[in-house]
């Protein structure tokens, strides 16, 4: 991936693909036919927590934009690393009305950046494996929270000043 490439992908409401430019089908190795109208878990590597994509989705079905690292993985199982910005689509343009889809752009992050992620991602993953099935999101994002808290920051504060 090249530093000026952008990823984009449009859901539906529900998270099913309803656009993908070709860069993104590119990088996911899938036909358009393959992705569209299917979830956006399609490219979902085992090794990202689920607490992060919880929380994915509790900022943006409170209407805010969500920053953060995903580890995606192509249809060969190979895997590439994004930096992504996710948002609310609106129906129409005042914002009190009911979200209509979801808009992502995604860049390549800077690999040392990557690297603090990894571990992250590895300490929340190994906490929601230990906290079985029913705890871990609370689990994962427990360990997180306590990372981004000792920084004094909110969360997207903490991830854009990595
Ligand atoms: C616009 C948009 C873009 C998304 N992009 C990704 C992505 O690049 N990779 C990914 O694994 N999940 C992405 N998700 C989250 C998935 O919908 C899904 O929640 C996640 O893959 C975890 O799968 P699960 O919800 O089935 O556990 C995106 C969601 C939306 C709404």
Redesign the pocket.
């Known amino acids: 991936m090249t530093a000026d490439e952008f990823i984009v992908?449009?859901?539906d409401a529900t998270?099913r693909l309803t656009y993908c430019n070709r860069i993104f089908i590119d990088y996911a190795g899938y036909s358009e036919h393959e992705l569209l109208g299917h979830?956006?878990?399609i490219?979902?590597?085992p090794d990202?927590p689920?607490s992060v994509?919880h929380l994915?989705?509790t900022t943006?079905k409170s209407g805010n934009e969500f920053f953060g690292y995903?580890k995606?993985m192509s249809k060969d199982g190979s895997y590439y690393w994004?930096i992504?910005n996710?948002t609310p689509s609106y129906a129409d343009a005042d914002a009190d009305d009911a979200i209509v889809g979801?808009?992502?752009v995604?860049r390549k992050p800077d690999p040392a950046k990557v690297r603090i992620i990894e571990t992250i991602y590895r300490d929340m993953l190994s906490a929601e494996k230990q906290a079985g099935s029913h705890d871990a999101i609370a689990a994962g994002t427990k360990v997180l929270m306590d990372i981004v808290n000792k920084t004094g920051k909110d969360y997207r504060e903490f991830i854009l000043s990595i």
């Open positions: 992908s449009k859901t998270g979830q956006h878990n490219v979902r590597h990202m689920r994509f994915l989705w943006l995903v995606n994004v992504a996710v979801y808009f992502s995604r």
